[in-house]
């Protein structure tokens, strides 16, 4: 798999998450890439996810601000 597919794969795995209605909870990076944990305020579920490219973490970066500022 290419990395731009890789990454679009990673992309939509996140969206579906948030797209659920969970937020992040904690960012675990490691060589490998990062582990982002996710919960669901009302559910009380946990999800963790592994993101392995370089442009998928910025993604979830730029997610992450967007939600820590409150924006949709």
């Known amino acids: 798999m290419s990395d731009y597919q890789q990454y ?6 996140l969206d579906f998450f948030i797209q ?3 937020r992040i909870n904690a ?5 490998d890439g990062a582990s982002i944990e996710f919960y669901h305020p009302t559910s009380k579920e946990k999800e963790t996810l592994i993101i392995g490219t370089a442009n ?12 820590n500022l409150g924006i949709k």
């Open 56 to 67: 998928a973490r910025k993604y979830f970066s730029s997610v992450l601000i967007k939600q």
């Open 20 to 22: 659920k209605g969970f």
């Open 8 to 13: 679009l794969n990673e992309r939509d795995k």
């Open 27 to 31: 960012v675990h990076e490691h060589l």
